[in-house]
């Protein structure tokens, strides 16, 4: 019997407790957007950081934020061996619209191989493989192959907004030589990916303003520029019949990627039909002379997340409203710049606003895009785990989501970060019904067992005390 | 003293009780297109009727439709005079944005010589005039100069959908010379207004579907057709860069008037200035070669007065959603049919909904445009009341709104309607603030007085039993 049988016969004997345990960790409403489910988000943390210290990590921390409480765990006992950071998060997105769940979100339920609720892939079910892993090691052997550092947030889903600080604050305790984050799709249950790309992010509000207060439509409608129609018109213009974004210079710093990677992504990557059964919709749309996968990866979008204005209610109500306002969202790509971004949108906003209505623009997060070195070692050791684990070796894919920590942890810390997901493409993650593939929970926590064996034989690990000289070198962009 | 001197003193002094009367009426939150509301609007109805029945009017009751009552009295002991019909109604619109009031939009409170509240003004306020000149008369003279028929609906603002029904099964009980009618808007305190015309109005709801269900714009942003951006692309290719609804087909029908006519509009109507100033906008929108005052009466519209889709919440949702919807609202013209517009709009939809995306449009209400003649008798006898309680002759205007029982009055009962407005242009009639001037509520009381003096002299007045004989006679589109 190899040391490894243990916690790997382990995790096979106990799946149905670790079932039970992520239903309760999916049972809590921890919705970070939301400001009345502030002590659901806390109670998760403590539960979370009560399970931790169950399963034997050390250190356990519920550490208090301006918001939303990070957790912190940790087992060093190994100081000749590699240290781990396992990040993910606890919080998770609104559950609107919630006439569409077939069950309550925060009431997981099983259908057929499938966990339903919201949370359930994103994040906290990818993130338990971690945590049963490690449960598996510790309850059979006593220890860990390698040095762990838990860090599980609950603002991931509201742009990570107090990271930035707690990671420059900490970097001494936070020291590592690789992350590991699990947040992001595969292709398919028998077909594993390893992310080395992430889009960055922008979001931004727009409110037009037109009459001071509200106009009776019989009375004032067409002889008033009607903000929400102003508002439409604003966005129809965002993109231009191509499905190219018209904001000036919005294109010019997209990285071009060489015959050769896009001929490997055409080969690896889902194909457009893949795209679109995964989307339900019949027929793509996006910037001509790209893929689907390359439109949602390395090519930037721009997406309008909401509009409000004017009646809602049931019947109808005759007004022209004072205002309109729309929620947008950008996904970017290297080498763009979110701050030089929202600037063109702002001045571009402002040149095709009419005089007839005010426009405003507030920015919400920003989030810069992030790569991952293919021939890292600890990539390489990802990707045996996932051999492992799956049974299949992973291919290379780029995601079109964004993970702001992953540029963060590089920036500031001055690692890479093996972002291995055990998600699939039809999880509807962020909308209604999503679920988390079961085979893939009791899979990702095989890997992740895997991942912690071969990473304790990296040999260019780098001591804690180095890391600081290594920081600038390592980063990437 | 001559016999009009009893009931208009018996008015001047009683002002302070009547404005006491008006705002027990305002505090009934009686919101016709709100399910929640019922009981309200039936409370008000109730309270109506009592203060019907306390004036001394009778055969009052409380008639039941399928969601709203009418509330009908009346007076009939004269039966060698005219019978008048007086309409109003007693429901009121929404009072959303509720944050935007300065005092509870059902907490009535009088600020300079304004009364606020949902409903001050449309209609209770207008009504009221009606209902305290019945009383001044029938509590000075105990008779009234006319017969006196009260139809007074609870379902104005959601389209009068059973109001049709009702006149038709009562034109027996509703017979009548001329009806009267005040829910509009006069120039000024000083000026009053004889309105000549209405637009018709045409509601509709659109509904884009994009996704099954609502996508992660990480994941799928660039690569789907967003029916929020869909949704917006449809609304601005609703008008052209001229300001005229692009709709093939949506002009042929529209009335030209002639040059003399427009004349006289320039002349006794609002000016651009006085329309911006009441919108509180800067400047004006709408169809080129035609002024502010034009575009609102003898011109169609078409106006957007909701659009939802997507996350609306606080913070940030990357979602692509599932669906969007827009209520839109037509206001047509003279010789502008609403059923044939709607099938020109659906017509129109259909063919410039991208294949990316389906799009549903359901009907919400749909009502005639109606015209009135100037130089009918009940006319003339409410420019001499509008003289003696006002100080000033009435200007003959037209209004940018809808009120569809004018046109069904006409159609099934064949009588015109005295359209006598005492509301002001910034009266913010449906928009929050909603208020009532109440030296308007005084002087409507004086020329309700009047007008019902004045229509006892009519010597063209039919008997009960031709009524039927005159009725296609007597229908003007």
């Given at each position: 019997?190899?040391?490894?049988?243990?916690?790997?016969?382990?995790?096979?004997?106990?799946?149905?407790?670790?079932?039970?345990?992520?239903?309760?960790?999916?049972?809590?409403?921890?919705?970070?957007?939301?400001?009345?489910?502030?002590?659901?988000?806390?109670?998760?943390?403590?539960?979370?950081?009560?399970?931790?210290?169950?399963?034997?990590?050390?250190?356990?921390?519920?550490?208090?934020?301006?918001?939303?409480?990070?957790?912190?765990?940790?087992?060093?006992?190994?100081?000749?061996?590699?240290?781990?950071?396992?990040?993910?998060?606890?919080?998770?997105?609104?559950?609107?619209?919630?006439?569409?769940?077939?069950?309550?979100?925060?009431?997981?339920?099983?259908?057929?191989?499938?966990?339903?609720?919201?949370?359930?892939?994103?994040?906290?079910?990818?993130?338990?493989?971690?945590?049963?892993?490690?449960?598996?090691?510790?309850?059979?052997?006593?220890?860990?192959?390698?040095?762990?550092?838990?860090?599980?947030?609950?603002?991931?889903?509201?742009g990570?907004?107090?990271?930035p600080?707690?990671?420059?604050?900490?970097?001494?305790?936070?020291?590592?030589?690789?992350?590991?984050?699990?947040?992001?799709?595969?292709?398919?249950?028998?077909?594993?990916?390893?992310?080395?790309?992430?889009?960055g992010a922008l979001s931004v509000?727009?409110?037009?303003?037109?009459?001071?207060?509200?106009?009776?439509?019989?009375?004032?409608?067409?002889?008033?520029?009607?903000?929400?129609?102003?508002?439409?018109?604003?966005?129809?213009?965002?993109?231009?019949?191509?499905?190219?974004?018209?904001i000036?210079g919005f294109?010019d710093h997209?990285?071009?990627?060489?015959?050769?990677?896009?001929?490997?992504?055409?080969?690896?990557?889902?194909?457009?039909?893949?795209?679109?059964?995964?989307?339900?919709?019949?027929?793509?749309?996006?910037?001509?002379?790209?893929?689907?996968?390359?439109?949602?990866?390395?090519?930037p979008?721009?997406?309008?997340?909401?509009?409000?204005?004017?009646?809602?209610?049931?019947?109808?109500?005759?007004?022209?409203?004072?205002?309109?306002?729309?929620?947008?969202?950008f996904?970017l790509?290297?080498d763009q710049d979110p701050g030089e971004i929202y600037g063109l949108f702002r001045q571009?906003?402002?040149?095709?606003?009419?005089?007839?209505?005010?426009?405003?623009i507030r920015t919400h997060l920003m989030a810069k895009p992030?790569?991952?070195?293919?021939?890292?070692?600890?990539?390489?050791?990802?990707?045996?785990?996932?051999?492992?684990?799956?049974?299949?070796?992973?291919?290379?894919?780029?995601?079109?989501?964004?993970?702001p920590?992953?540029n963060?942890?590089?920036t500031?810390?001055?690692?890479?970060?093996?972002?291995?997901?055990?998600?699939?493409?039809?999880?509807?993650?962020?909308?209604?019904?999503?679920?988390?593939?079961?085979?893939?929970?009791?899979?990702?926590?095989?890997?992740?067992?895997?991942?912690?064996?071969?990473?304790?034989?990296?040999?260019?690990?780098?001591?804690?005390?180095?890391?600081?000289?290594?920081?600038?070198?390592?980063?990437?962009m």
């Amino acid at each position: 019997m190899k040391p490894i049988d243990r916690p790997l016969t382990c995790a096979y004997s106990n799946h149905p407790r670790f079932v039970t345990e992520l239903m309760d960790f999916v049972r809590f409403p921890s919705v970070s957007a939301q400001p009345q489910r502030a002590s659901d988000v806390r109670r998760c943390a403590e539960w979370l950081a009560q399970h931790l210290w169950a399963i034997g990590m050390e250190q356990v921390q519920v550490i208090p934020t301006p918001r939303h409480p990070i957790v912190y765990a940790d087992w060093r006992r190994t100081p000749q061996r590699p240290t781990v950071l396992i990040y993910g998060h606890y919080d998770v997105q609104p559950p609107d619209p919630l006439a569409e769940w077939y069950s309550p979100p925060f009431e997981p339920t099983i259908r057929s191989n499938d966990l339903y609720g919201r949370g359930a892939s994103d994040d906290k079910g990818q993130m338990f493989t971690h945590v049963k892993a490690l449960e598996c090691y510790l309850q059979t052997t006593g220890e860990l192959p390698v040095n762990v550092k838990c860090l599980l947030e609950g603002e991931e889903e509201i742009g990570s907004q107090n990271l930035p600080a707690f990671l420059e604050r900490n970097k001494d305790m936070l020291v590592a030589d690789v992350a590991v984050l699990s947040d992001m799709r595969i292709l398919a249950p028998d077909q594993p990916v390893l992310t080395e790309g992430l889009r960055g992010a922008l979001s931004v509000g727009l409110e037009i303003r037109g009459p001071k207060h509200d106009l009776h439509s019989g009375n004032f409608g067409g002889a008033v520029h009607n903000p929400l129609q102003a508002l439409c018109e604003i966005i129809a213009k965002l993109h231009d019949t191509n499905g190219r974004v018209t904001i000036p210079g919005f294109y010019d710093h997209v990285r071009q990627w060489s015959d050769r990677e896009r001929a490997y992504m055409a080969r690896v990557g889902p194909s457009d039909a893949q795209i679109l059964q995964d989307a339900r919709v019949k027929c793509g749309w996006g910037e001509r002379g790209y893929t689907l996968y390359e439109r949602t990866t390395i090519r930037p979008a721009l997406t309008v997340n909401g509009i409000s204005g004017g009646y809602q209610g049931p019947g109808v109500k005759a007004v022209i409203p004072a205002r309109a306002t729309a929620k947008f969202n950008f996904r970017l790509v290297p080498d763009q710049d979110p701050g030089e971004i929202y600037g063109l949108f702002r001045q571009y906003i402002s040149r095709i606003t009419l005089p007839t209505v005010c426009s405003t623009i507030r920015t919400h997060l920003m989030a810069k895009p992030a790569l991952v070195d293919r021939n890292h070692s600890a990539i390489r050791a990802a990707a045996v785990a996932y051999r492992k684990g799956f049974g299949t070796s992973p291919v290379f894919l780029r995601s079109g989501g964004t993970i702001p920590v992953v540029n963060l942890f590089q920036t500031l810390l001055g690692i890479p970060t093996v972002l291995m997901g055990f998600a699939l493409p039809d999880d509807r993650m962020h909308a209604p019904n999503e679920k988390f593939h079961l085979p893939n929970f009791f899979n990702g926590i095989a890997t992740s067992i895997w991942f912690l064996a071969e990473v304790a034989q990296m040999q260019e690990f780098r001591v804690a005390q180095n890391w600081r000289a290594t920081q600038l070198a390592a980063a990437m962009m």
